[in-house]
């Protein structure tokens, strides 16, 4: 069974940087699709990026790019989000999570997340 | 801002039945694009209720079942139990982006 287990979260002033972790067990890390998803206090989830199982494919959603930077390394089975420039508004919990995928007759490809790590909370605040 | 949207809350009595629409539009869940499921608990992470319209992983009960249909899809919860109190969540895509539904919140009453 997947477990997805998050660091790094903490206290940051506005405009300064933070780089969270997620380490992987229990699958086949280096053959997964690996996504950051965040949700802050009292509000709903927002997809934030995903990184293929080979890290050449990343895809931000337009709220992070270029400002947040999704990467892995294999040797430590981890997954990290460096995020710069940081907002008050990127207060939340972060998560990471398992990305399952699958594509249709259609050549349509379907992705949803099938296990997701405990969170970890970066606030933004002076 | 979502793309998909839910409505706030539903309630029901132990035992009833309850459904949660998710609408999107032409772009995503109208485009053929499936749709997915999750549930959160009070302080907990998320976790996979359905995935592919309809289908449950392992070790999630027959009383939640999906269904998509157009530019919307449906979770529906039969046998309501209190520990059923949760967020409910869909999710689609969109073009290049992977999209959350605003939530549900499920009360038992």
């Known amino acids: 069974q997947a477990l997805l287990v998050e660091s790094g979260g903490g206290l940051v002033k506005p405009g300064g940087s933070l780089r969270i972790s997620c380490e992987g067990s229990?699958?086949?890390?280096?053959?997964?699709?690996m996504s950051w998803i965040r949700q802050a206090p009292g509000k709903g989830l927002e997809w934030l990026s995903y990184i293929s199982s080979s890290g050449v494919t990343i895809y931000d959603a337009d709220s992070v790019k270029g400002r947040f930077t999704t990467s892995r390394d294999y040797a430590k089975d981890s997954l990290y989000l460096q995020m710069n420039s940081l907002r008050a508004e990127d207060t939340a919990v972060y998560y990471c999570?398992?990305?399952?995928?699958?594509?249709?007759?259609?050549?349509?490809?379907?992705?949803?997340?099938?296990?997701w790590g405990q969170g970890t909370l970066v606030t933004v605040s002076s | 801002q979502s793309v998909l949207t839910q409505p706030p809350s539903v309630s029901g009595a132990p035992g009833q039945r309850v459904t949660i629409s998710c609408t999107g539009s032409s772009s995503n869940i109208g485009a053929g694009y499936d749709v997915h499921w999750y549930r959160q608990l009070p302080g907990k992470a998320p976790n996979l209720l359905i995935f592919g319209n309809s289908n449950r992983p392992s070790g999630v009960p027959d009383r939640f079942s999906g269904s998509k249909s157009g530019t919307s899809a449906s979770l529906a919860i039969t046998g309501l139990q209190a520990d059923d109190e949760a967020d409910y969540y869909c999710?689609?895509?969109?073009?290049?982006?992977?999209?959350f539904g605003t939530g549900t919140k499920v009360a038992v009453l």
């Open positions: 999570a398992k990305v399952s995928y699958y594509y249709d007759t259609f050549g349509y490809y379907h992705y949803y997340f099938d296990s």
């Open positions: 999710q689609s895509y969109d073009g290049s982006d992977i999209v």
């Open positions: 229990g699958f086949a890390f280096r053959d997964s699709y």
